[in-house]
């Protein structure tokens, strides 16, 4: 494994700062002097308060849009403010204690990016890749124009424009669409990064595919957990907790080479609150989410279980990206219950930090009922998940646990040790061995 050691201890806290200050979609389009990006920083104790100790930011940089069709990877976004507003958040984050992570853009460009222009002009069409003699673009989206990887100074720019914004406070990079780009274009920009910045954490966005022949091939410190994202809420919604078990045995080789970035929500997905079918199996989700091996990221919003589904339109990614008002702002009493959760939950893990590369081995598995242990050397938790309409009951002397100490869980008070117990219905149970 090769990431940093300050990894270890990191839980993030993720934005998608456009819309999370309402400045896409904005008519009209707040400019630079409204210094939108410092509400973020307004933003910061309430994720301290959360337990994160990590900013995750989406795009801040130049673009058209939605920040993904970046126009100048060397300018914040005047919708969000300027070089100054960037040093106050990062400098606001840091006081804090927290490390930022920034969203890069290297598979593609937008149609205004400067060298695009040209090219489209009649001028050196190298940094693009062409389908004969037109423009190849990302996934069919004609605002997005696919880089040429083949090309050095295409390298060249990305190695310079990680380098500066690690050199500008940022602790890490995620790099977006990271599984359209050849491997061995990320193997010859990364050692040159970390030879700058050896601190700085690299993750790529992957979705498909062998996770850990890709971090080899290309160099990243992690991925994108996309597997373990959808077992989740799959196997809680079809109650088919085999599902999970199957992905959790997958997540244990996963961590064999590198430790994953595991998430229950993001930008670019429906909302866990509104892809659950059932609203209790939220807290399953957040449980799996803080007891395994990873990295975890929590998306905005999700920590008071907002609501919202992404779908395939113009437009479709709106309603899981919205404007934030302040701390606590409407979010009644279910959203304050499902915060309290995850401070609760997300304390657990911190006195765990071992959690970080735990593997998981099962311990009893029904389509509704699974009882899981998490290790690393000498520790371990047992969880315990119900989404039956019964009680389920576990024994742990037949686990080969005599007795254990509940630590967490619905329905049963914390600190009794116990060798039975039952799980409520819908519920779900956190033990430590006694």
Sequence with gaps: MTEPGWVHHVLWWQVYPLGFVGAHPAEPAPTAAEHRLRRLAD???YAVELGASGLALGPVFASRTHGYDTTDHYRIDPRLGDDDDFDHLVGEAHRRGMRVLLDGVF???GTDFARFREARSGGDPSWFRLRGNVF??????????????????????????????LGRGADGWRLDAAYAV???FWARVLPQVRQAFPDAWIVGEVIHGDYSATVHAAGFDSVTQYELWKAVWSSLNDANLHELDWALKRHNEFLDSFVPMTFIGNHDVTRIASQLTHPEHVEH????????GGTPSIYAGDEVAYRGVKEERVGGDDAVRPEFGSPH?????HGSQVFRSHQH?????????????????????TNRGYVYASREGADTLLVALNVDDDAMAVSLPALGFPRAQIVAGSGAPPSDIVTEVAVAPHGWMILEPR
């Design 329 to 333: 702002e409407g979010v009644g009493e």
């Design 43 to 45: 933003w910061l104790d």
């Design 285 to 292: 989700a957040l449980v799996v989410l803080l007891t395994t």
């Design 345 to 365: 939950l997300i304390g657990l893990r911190r006195r765990h930090p071992w959690l970080h590369t735990a593997r998981t081995s099962p311990l009893q598995v």
């Design 136 to 165: 190849d673009t990302f996934e069919g989206h004609d605002g997005l124009i696919a880089l040429n990887h083949d090309n050095a100074e295409v390298a060249d720019y990305t190695v310079e424009v990680m380098r500066h914004w």
């Design 107 to 109: 598979n593609h460009v």
């Design 182 to 184: 050849p491997d061995s």
